[in-house]
T-cell receptor, first 114, second 114 residues
């Protein structure tokens, strides 16, 4: 079945540091890929997405490129801020399932220190 | 601008008790779903619905019931709570039609079963 693997956290960075959170996936079809962010005490919200190979999703300074050859969708940001502290989830949507559900990774907690 | 509203936000139950987690959305979304979030496991789909009167099982449905009598509401019922159901529960909804993967989440309901 489908699965998503994310790097273990927590990731602790200083403000203005470069961020990479690794995400790889396994899927039978051609999934869409997503990054969701969960701020403390809140539900998840969509950060960015990519629907086909080589697409780049971007939002709020974050970027991720859909790499079919390496089955990856790594999240990057050039300069993190304290306000970026949150849990980040990589997810996929497989159109073959018919469920319109997402398969999530386990989440990576990011802590940014001033 | 309510979006997806979940109640209660916190609940403590004793083993064997029953309860209902409420979920309501005001975006006229046809698709609604329930996930549970456990440490190190990401989010797992419990049940979902593609419209009023239609429900189906997700990845971890045992111990939970759902119904969808209106477009707006999608309650999750625990008939006989067990400690293994201690978790944070999220309701999520999305537009009908082609699945874009953009789910809109509630703020979550934290359930503890003693």
């Amino acid at each position: 079945g489908d699965s998503v693997t994310q790097m273990e956290g927590p990731v602790t960075l200083s403000e203005e540091a470069f961020l990479t959170i690794n995400c790889t996936y396994t899927a039978t079809g051609y999934p869409s890929l997503f990054w969701y962010v969960q701020y403390p005490g809140e539900g998840l919200q969509l950060l960015l997405k990519a629907t086909k190979a080589d697409d780049k999703g971007s939002n709020k300074g974050f970027e991720a490129t859909y790499r079919k050859e390496t089955t990856s969708f790594h999240l990057e940001k050039g300069s993190v801020q304290v306000s970026d502290s949150a849990v980040y989830f990589c997810a996929l949507s497989d159109p073959n399932t018919g469920r319109r559900a997402l398969t999530f990774g386990s989440g990576t907690r990011l802590q940014v220190q001033p | 601008n309510a979006g997806v509203t979940q109640t209660p936000k916190f609940q403590v139950l004793k083993t064997g008790q029953s309860m209902t987690l409420q979920c309501a959305q005001d975006m006229n979304h046809e698709y609604m779903s329930w996930y549970r979030q456990d440490p190190g496991m990401g989010l797992r789909l419990i049940h979902y619905s593609v419209g009023a009167g239609i429900t189906d099982q997700g990845e971890v449905p045992n111990g939970y019931n759902v119904s969808r009598s209106t477009t707006e509401d999608f309650p999750l019922r625990l008939l006989s709570a067990a400690p293994s159901q201690t978790s944070v529960y999220f309701c999520a909804s999305s537009y009908s039609g082609q699945h874009t993967g953009e789910l809109f989440f509630g703020e979550g309901s934290r359930l503890t079963v003693l």
